[in-house]
């Protein structure tokens, strides 16, 4: 059974830092890239980065581009997102998502509040 736990959301004032991780099991880790999520209130969901199976590459939406990074540990099975600079519209809960067979795959999410 794929599984994604998120977790590392919390409350946190603009500028602050947060991270993000995602542990996973189920399928081949290693051999799947990954993607961070994000559906703000009231809002769709949102990308916000990709990473190669590797890691070796990766992307941003342009509103976290240079406040955001992702990562992976492909012996532990897991996801990171560091994000710094937080601002009040990053106010969102955060999924990492796999596609497996065609079919997107999420977690639960974790909540993120900037907010003073």
């Known amino acids: 059974e794929v599984q994604l736990v998120e977790s590392g959301g919390g409350l946190v004032q603009p500028g602050g830092s947060l991270r993000l991780s995602c542990a996973t099991s189920?399928?081949?880790?290693?051999?799947?890239?990954m993607t961070w999520v994000r559906q703000a209130p009231g809002k769709g969901l949102e990308w916000v980065s990709s990473?190669?199976?590797?890691?070796?590459?990766?992307s941003y939406a342009d509103s976290v581009k240079g406040r955001f990074t992702i990562s992976r540990d492909n012996v532990r099975n897991t996801l990171y997102l560091q994000m710094n600079s937080l601002r009040p519209e990053d106010t969102a809960v955060y999924y990492c998502?796999?596609?497996?067979?065609?079919?997107?795959?999420r977690g639960q999410g974790t909540q993120v509040t900037v907010s003073s």
């Open positions: 998502a796999v596609t497996l067979s065609d079919s997107e795959r």
């Open positions: 189920g399928f081949t880790f290693r051999r799947a890239a």
């Open positions: 990473i190669s199976s590797g890691g070796s590459s990766s």
